[in-house]
């Protein structure tokens, strides 16, 4: 059982940073790849990025590749996504996610755990 906690969310302006953090429970973290996802009012959760057990490999949507970065400190068991000159089409809710699986990290459906998600909004 994994228990995942989001937080660092707000307000920022176009172009304007944020850092979002996901601190896990458990003593077994680094058995999980992480993935961000976000889910925007009237759309799908749709896939940000994710990060392998190791930290050796990340994934990024093509939508936010080269402004946010996702690492991850596994003796402070977190999952961090630093998100760069964010756009008001970043808006939404974003939520981590924890699965035993190694591949396949773009699909939601990969993943057993998830938090309670954490709302960023870009204002124009």
């Known amino acids: 059982q994994v228990q995942l906690v989001e937080s660092g969310g707000g307000l920022v302006q176009t172009g304007g940073s944020l850092r979002l953090s996901c601190a896990a429970s458990?003593?077994?973290?680094?058995?999980?790849?992480m993935g961000w996802f976000r889910q925007a009012p009237g759309k799908e959760r749709e896939f940000v990025a994710a990060?392998?057990?190791?930290?050796?490999?990340?994934y990024y949507a093509d939508s936010v590749k080269g402004r946010f970065t996702i690492s991850r400190d596994n003796a402070k068991n977190t999952v961090y996504l630093q998100m760069n000159s964010l756009k008001p089409e970043d808006t939404a809710v974003y939520y981590c996610?924890?699965?035993?699986?190694?591949?396949?990290?773009?699909?939601?459906?990969?993943?057993?755990?998830w938090g309670q998600g954490t709302q960023v909004t870009v204002s124009s």
């Open positions: 990060i392998s057990r190791n930290g050796g490999r990340t």
């Open positions: 996610a924890a699965t035993p699986d190694n591949s396949g990290l773009y699909s939601h459906t990969r993943y057993d755990y």
């Open positions: 458990g003593r077994t973290f680094s058995s999980y790849a």
